[in-house]
């Protein structure tokens, strides 16, 4: 079978073996990975360079957020390991312009913006001093990851079809919190099933949990599959 190239796992375990045995365990079933900070400290770059190495694709959700000249030059060295085809920065335009600027001409890896971390909401917006509530700074940072000539945006799935709207049909919309109707919620509070998240407008969907925490991961990927292409109507 060849995988769902909108599919991407997120490979959250505690080390490098159980990353390796998991990708093993899906086999063909999935064709991309997120590799997220918690597998940074444990070879994440070279799990990155193994993946490729497959044949597999990569998101390297780094979230990166420093001064200009840091972004630039930690963007340019990590799309430059070849082992990048997504990778994350805070959407804020100093950082966004850094990391456009450090990714260069080659094109392949693309700069997506997390918008507003979905553990934020009104009031801690206040908290650390932002002017405005959290959908109006989600729209403002959207149309600022386009201002910057960025690709794309993580998006919840609530907020997808913002991102769609404003950012038109080549825009990345990343959408993690997807949980389809056979799984349990784990700790999303507003997830969407598949087929909803999609019909909201995302083009990639991240899921974790449903799948690498399932009795059989590689029947899960494949059922999510088959409810993305409409094969499957969730219940
Ligand atoms: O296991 P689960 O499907 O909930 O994993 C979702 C993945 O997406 C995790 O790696 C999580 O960090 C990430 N994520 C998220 N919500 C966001 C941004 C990222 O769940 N708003």
Redesign the pocket.
Same mark, same amino acid.
């Given at each position: 079978m060849s995988a769902d190239p909108r599919l991407i796992i997120?490979l959250?375990l505690p080390g490098r073996a159980d990353a390796e045995a998991m990708v093993e365990t899906l086999g063909d079933a999935v064709g991309f990975y997120?590799i997220?900070l918690q597998m940074l400290a444990v070879g994440g770059m070279e799990m990155a360079k193994d993946l490729k190495a497959r044949g597999r694709q990569v998101f390297l959700?780094w979230k990166l957020h420093d001064i200009g000249a840091t972004v630039e030059k930690a963007t340019a060295a990590i799309v430059g390991s070849g082992a990048c085809d997504i990778l994350t920065v805070h959407a804020q335009p100093q950082v966004l312009a850094a990391a456009v600027k450090g990714r260069g001409s080659d094109k392949q890896a693309k700069i997506v913006g997390v918008t507003v971390?979905?553990s934020l909401n009104g009031q801690d917006l206040a908290q650390i001093g932002y002017g405005m509530g959290v959908e109006q700074l989600v729209e403002r940072r959207i149309r600022q990851v386009i201002d910057a000539g960025a690709d794309g945006v993580?998006a919840?799935p609530h907020e997808a079809a913002l991102a769609r709207r404003i950012g038109g049909p080549d825009f990345l919309v990343i959408t993690?919190? /997807?949980r389809p109707a056979w799984a349990g919620k784990?700790d999303?509070a507003r997830a969407a099933t598949p087929l909803e998240a999609l019909q909201s407008g995302a083009s990639h969907l991240? /899921?974790?949990?449903?799948v690498t925490a399932a009795a059989d991961p590689r029947d899960a990927a494949r059922r999510i599959a088959d409810e993305m292409s409409g094969s499957l109507q969730p219940a």
């Open positions: 997120a959250d997120k997220g959700d971390l979905t993580v919840s993690p919190g /997807v784990d999303q991240v /899921v974790g949990r449903p």
